[in-house]
Each structure stands twice: as C-alpha cells, then as structure tokens.
C-alpha cells in the first residue's frame, strides 16, 4: 500500500514538474519575434543577426585590387546599385547561396561592373568560387578583417547587401530574397 501511494506521489511531482516546464516554455516562445511573438509578421527565413553593416549604414573607404587585377574603390563602387556578395570556401550555406548570387549578378541591369564578389580565405583555395563568379562580378579575394570585409562590416557568412550610388546598404541579408527587391 506504502508503495502506490510512493507511486502516486512521484507522479504527481513529475507532472507538476512538467507543467511549470512547459509554462515557462510557453512564455518563451511568446517573447521571440515572429509568428507565435507579439512584435508582428515573421522574418523571411534565413534572416539572421546582421552579417555586415546593417540597412542605412554608410560602406567605409577600401580599396582592393580584384582577381583581374583592377583596383576597385569603395564606398562608391558604380553609379548606380550594387549587388555585393561574401563568400567564404568552409561554409555550407555559401555553397547553395554563390549559384543564386550568380543567377541575380547574370541579370544585374547594370552588368558586371555592378556587382562585387568578395570571397574570404584563410589560405584555402577558392579559385572554383572565383573562376565560377568571375565572369558576371569583379572578385576581390581576400583574408577576413582585410580591405573590403572591414569595410563592409563583415561578421559572417554569406552577406549579402544591395548598395546605392554613395555606398549606402539598401537591404542586407543571408539569402538572395533579402536584397534582390532593392536591386
């Protein structure tokens, strides 16, 4: 009899216990933003803290010669938008991202000289990347913290931004549906 009533006893303590769980949990997942938070519509997926410098910011001053060997200048890369892509060679999400950028660089309506590939090494061999991006972007590769990344504010990979004229972000992102209503 001592026994179930032990039993009843461990049952009730373990229910409670899990009942304030999930309370919690609820009120948790209650304060994240997107469909099941107060703070409105969800994120696009893929939407991650900012990778670079945030919409609004102002590139800071580079210079950095490209794979072809031309000097490009920064925050004013082109008259008009730029489409701008970062890229390093260890990163899975890079892998699928690099074909969709080389898709939206393809049908850039400002070409080539629009549009700004920067791939990040640590020595490994990105010449796939370069040679893949080369024909539709000028390519600046390049070792993390150097010209273009500090100047863009890199913190992670893929970035992705769309820039005005003066080198202003337009839109930023981790996947192409972030910045291709701003080119």
């Excluded at 409105?40 to 803290?49: C, D």
């Excluded at 072809?68 to 082109?78: I, Q, Y």
């Excluded at 640590?122 to 010449?127: F, H, K, N, Q, T």
């Excluded at 990979?157 to 005005?164: I, M, R, S």
């Amino acid at each position: 009899m001592y026994f179930v009533a032990a039993l009843v006893v461990l049952v009730g303590v373990v229910c409670t216990l899990d009942l304030l769980f999930t309370v919690r949990l609820t009120r948790l997942v209650r304060a994240l933003p997107g469909p099941a938070g107060p703070s409105g519509p969800p994120a696009l997926p893929g939407r991650l803290p900012d990778l670079m410098l945030p919409v609004g910011e102002v590139v800071g001053p580079f210079e950095a010669v490209t794979a072809d060997g031309e000097v490009r200048r920064g925050p004013t890369l082109t008259p008009g938008r730029t489409l701008v892509g970062v890229f390093t060679k260890n990163c899975p999400p890079c892998a699928e991202r690099v074909p969709q950028f080389l898709e939206a660089a393809k049908n850039h309506p400002h070409g080539r000289d629009a549009v700004l590939a920067v791939l990040v090494t640590d020595g490994e061999d990105v010449s796939d990347y370069r040679d893949t991006l080369q024909p539709v972007a000028h390519v600046i590769v390049e070792r993390k913290g150097e010209a273009a990344t500090k100047a863009l504010g890199v913190r992670g990979y893929p970035a992705l931004a769309v820039l005005d004229e003066r080198g202003g972000i337009l839109a930023a992102g981790t996947i192409m549906a972030h910045v291709e209503p701003a080119l």
